[in-house]
């Protein structure tokens, strides 16, 4: 029904009432996520006999640093800061903030601003001319401004955009999410790979020991000493053992090509170092862990902000039940002639205003209410699920912590007796102690010894690792495990942020998004690898987007190097980019 009015206190009345009556809104109030009761304390922990508890105000960002590996942390320097999977989530991130903005501005009236020139000829329309006359034309303008905005009585774009915000952390939680299992799995495939590398090593050093018997074992056969069945069995054990060898080699290469991709990379711009297991430092000293920590998994946050969003579209669309209100209001000005167009009495004016409400819809609309609801629902299920699943992957992070330390014991000593008795039989078996058999029983003895010591170890290692992912370990979770952090060494004075200063001469623009953090992964690369001269060149992101709530903030940033005066100079630096995989382009 539209309404008309021409006085100026019904007017005002018109444009105020709805914002009187936008008091009736349904407010959706402090949201809140449903009360899943968490353990009091981890079964496994007590079974570990930990120590004392963390203080959650304590803050492990960079466990990985524990490990007390360089490589490792250049492994992970390079995948924050080239993992696709880890820019796709940044850019999804900024399309929600994107959605976000547009769902807010339609909260907003909208301005439009109308011009029209019209020309027409004939004056009196097709055919009015006779043959050989002329044609009369006759001009007009027009300018105006017209304001449309649909009042909010309800709260259903309130809703909607409380819903796009929430939806937005969710975003950011997917890509910290993304963070902690590209950088578990980078550590972990390294660890494997460390492991592997030992295992192939251990079986080349067996081989040559079976090579060496054999020889000895020809040897005592020559003598009359050895028959020809234990020169079978000997040759036997070095093929089997040969043959081993090509599928270990195998397993380390897809090791090598997993690790490759996980950091954006082909594996041939992947140099790995011939380094042992065994030189890496396995956290040994897990304190004890209190359960609220895991509320701060990013991937529980983000079911926690998806939930409350879904809580937000029920409002939503409980609000599209009742009628809405749109205001329009409009002027312009008109004339045949443009010095004529703005005179008083080529003035207009208009306003109205459209009050709607929907009397029979075969029930779409509370059929909308239902399906909000029933997907509301279904998110506090998968909430739930969330943290079961963070208490289970808690649980057997600690068991396994627990009781891979006590297999690691005993598979030492196992290796340990096992290494004597192979040390005594070859010794026994060359001046004719004992026989073939029980020195090539010891052999096996032996090489399983120390291919499951190699296993137990890795496991070890796999289970800190997957503890301190449990917790939600990454780069900016706030609160996670202990205060046993090394403190990376400071990073030189390049990064060019929080600075009035603005970059001179050419830029090199690198493709993709960064956050704080990959931007210190980027500036330890270029200046350890030397790509550029950290004299000179100075890293100069430019923030394309930020996120802040409360205490809250999130940065992205594009790169840019800065201080080529020189076209050329840049060109060519931007080439040596290129080569190590970085996209990029001078500007």
């Not at 079974?47 to 203080?55: C, G, K, M, T, Y």
């Not at 590209?182 to 079976?210: C, F, I, N, Q």
């Not at 004016?349 to 709607?356: I, K, Y």
């Not at 690691?408 to 004719?432: C, D, H, I």
Request: charged fraction near 25%.
């Amino acid at each position: 029904m539209w309404l008309g009015y021409t006085g100026n206190a019904r007017t005002v009345c018109c444009l105020v009432f709805p914002l009187l009556v936008s008091g009736c809104a349904l407010p959706g109030g402090d949201r809140e996520t449903p009360d899943i009761p968490l353990p009091t304390t981890f079964i496994s922990d007590t079974a570990r006999q930990a120590s004392a508890p963390v203080p959650v105000d304590e803050a492990l960002p960079e466990w990985w640093l524990l490990f007390d590996s360089e490589e490792l942390n250049q492994l992970v320097d390079h995948a924050l800061e080239q993992n696709h999977d880890i820019r796709i989530a940044l850019y999804k991130l900024e399309q929600e903030r994107a959605r976000a903005a547009a769902i807010y501005a339609d909260e907003l009236p909208v301005l439009t601003a109308p011009l029209q020139a019209n020309v027409e000829s004939p004056l009196d329309g097709l055919g009015s001319v006779p043959k050989g006359g002329n044609p009369r034309s006759e001009r007009s303008f027009r300018i105006g401004a017209r304001v449309d905005w649909r009042i909010d009585l309800w709260g259903e774009r309130n809703s909607a955009a409380e819903a796009a915000g929430r939806r937005i952390w969710q975003a950011a939680f997917n890509l910290e999410n993304t963070k902690r299992t590209v950088v578990a799995s980078v550590v972990r495939t390294w660890m494997e790979y460390l492991s592997m590398s030992d295992r192939v090593r251990v079986t080349v050093d067996t081989e040559r020991a079976l090579d060496r018997l054999l020889a000895s074992v020809l040897k005592r056969q020559q003598e009359g000493d050895a028959s020809g069945i234990e020169v079978q069995q000997q040759r036997a054990a070095v093929s089997s053992v040969r043959a081993t060898i090509p599928s270990l080699e195998l397993a380390r290469a897809e090791l090598v090509h997993r690790l490759a991709r996980l950091i954006g990379t082909t594996p041939d711009k992947l140099p790995l170092s011939a380094s042992s297991l065994s030189d890496v430092v396995i956290p040994a000293d897990i304190p004890a862990i209190p359960p609220k920590l895991l509320l701060l998994r990013p991937d529980i946050k983000a079911a926690e902000a998806e939930l409350l969003a879904a809580e937000a579209d029920i409002d939503a669309a409980r609000a599209r039940l009742l009628p809405s209100l749109d205001l329009s209001a409009g002027g312009n000005t008109g004339s045949k002639t443009m010095d004529t167009l703005f005179r008083p009495h080529t003035l207009m004016w208009n306003a109205a205003a459209n009050l709607t409400a929907t009397l029979f819809d075969y029930g779409k609309r509370s059929s909308q209410i239902d399906l909000a609801k029933a997907r509301h629902e279904e998110l506090i299920e998968n909430y739930g699920q969330a943290l079961i699943d963070g208490v289970r992957d808690v649980e057997d992070a600690l068991s396994g912590i627990y009781f891979s330390a006590l297999r690691y014991k005993a598979q030492e000593a196992a290796l340990n007796a096992s290494r004597t008795a192979w040390e005594f039989s070859q010794q026994s078996y060359t001046v004719g102690a004992s026989d073939y058999m029980t020195l090539l029983d010891t052999e096996r003895t032996f090489r399983r010894d120390q291919d499951e010591i190699h296993k137990a170890r890795l496991d070890q290692a796999r289970y800190v690792i997957d503890l301190f992912s449990a917790l939600g370990g990454g780069l900016t979770v706030e609160e996670t495990l202990p205060a046993l952090a090394r403190k990376r060494p400071a990073i030189p004075a390049g990064i060019m942020l929080d600075t009035d200063e603005k970059p001179e001469g050419y830029l090199i623009v690198l493709a993709g998004l960064y956050e704080k953090p990959a931007l210190d992964a980027l500036w330890r690369r270029l200046t350890r690898e030397r790509l550029v001269d950290a004299e000179t060149v100075k890293l100069w992101p430019k923030e394309t987007g930020k996120l802040r709530k409360g205490k809250r903030q999130r940065h992205w940033f594009r790169a840019r190097l800065g201080g080529f005066s020189d076209k050329d100079k840049a060109e060519a630096a931007c080439q040596r980019l290129r080569k190590t995989g970085l996209r990029c382009k001078v500007d």
